[in-house]
């Protein structure tokens, strides 16, 4: 692991271009609005889910789930209710498509991370999901970053250590 001797105010000007570098391309990356024209579609399909909060590190009422054909978002929904005992999201959420069966790409947004979560089949006219038993969305957490609280370049959003860390002596 290299080790760097700074100045002490060298040391913040360097800290936070390293926190600039490391938050900037979640921020670059967030497609808070993803719209979708419905009258660009034949199809729809219909889905009751849940966003699953696995970490248990997002409380809020409001996250967007986005389904996308490639790079054509083809349906959007914002999360209206949480349920604390389920630490679940609930959305009702209408996909469209012009093919009568495809498969989709599911994202999720929370605060300004976008996050994998997964497929979609999409069957037209499809109904999938019921409050009884409704469809699951599992957002992937895959941060990468230094873990090492005492580390030069420490990304407090890090889940995984990339191996990145800069000591500071």
């Excluded at 069957?123 to 873990?147: A, E, K, W």
Aim: glycine share 6%; hydrophobic share 45%.
């Amino acid at each position: 692991m290299p080790v760097v001797y700074l100045h002490a105010k060298t040391s913040q000007i360097v800290r936070f271009v390293f926190s600039l570098l490391f938050f900037c391309p979640f921020v670059l990356n967030a497609q808070i609005n993803w719209d979708v024209n419905a009258n660009q579609f034949e199809h729809s399909m219909t889905i009751t889910c849940v966003v699953e909060n696995d970490l248990g590190n997002y409380y809020q009422e409001s996250i967007s789930i986005g389904v996308f054909d490639g790079e054509t978002c083809v349906g959007v929904a914002v999360t209206d209710t949480y349920f604390p005992p389920s630490n679940v999201n609930l959305a009702f959420l209408v996909v469209y498509g012009n093919q009568s069966n495809a498969s989709y790409t599911l994202k999720v947004q929370v605060d300004e991370l976008v996050l994998d979560a997964g497929t979609l089949s999409f069957v037209s006219n499809g109904v999938l999901g019921t409050l009884d038993s409704p469809f699951v969305v599992s957002p992937v957490f895959s941060i990468l970053g230094c873990t090492d609280s005492t580390a030069l370049n420490y990304n407090p959003d890090a889940i995984e250590d990339n191996g990145s860390c800069i000591e500071m002596v």
